[in-house]
């Protein structure tokens, strides 16, 4: 973990975890497409495979969702503090 001893390390802490939001948006963002594919192509076919596929990234989708918010609610929170102390 980032130890914050000034407020130059909270500016850059917040910037990396910035950067590590708009990763997981984009990988959020993918991951909804390839949902959105594979849903078309189990309702074409309706094939199991094709339904497993689908479990497995709402899966992934779930898990992806809860680390971005719990990221953001980090965010948040240091944003909070650093504007409190000046």
């Not at 948006?25 to 192509?41: D, P, T, Y």
């Amino acid at each position: 973990m980032f130890a914050i001893t000034g407020p130059g390390d909270t500016d850059r802490l917040l910037e990396q975890l910035d950067e590590e939001e708009r990763l997981l948006s984009k990988r959020r963002a993918r991951l909804h497409k390839r949902i959105e594919f594979a849903r078309g192509v189990g309702a074409a076919d309706g094939s199991p495979a094709t339904s497993e596929q689908l479990e497995a990234l709402d899966e992934q989708e779930k898990e992806l969702s809860k680390a971005r918010n719990e990221l953001q609610a980090r965010i948040r929170e240091l944003r909070s503090e650093h504007d409190k102390q000046g």
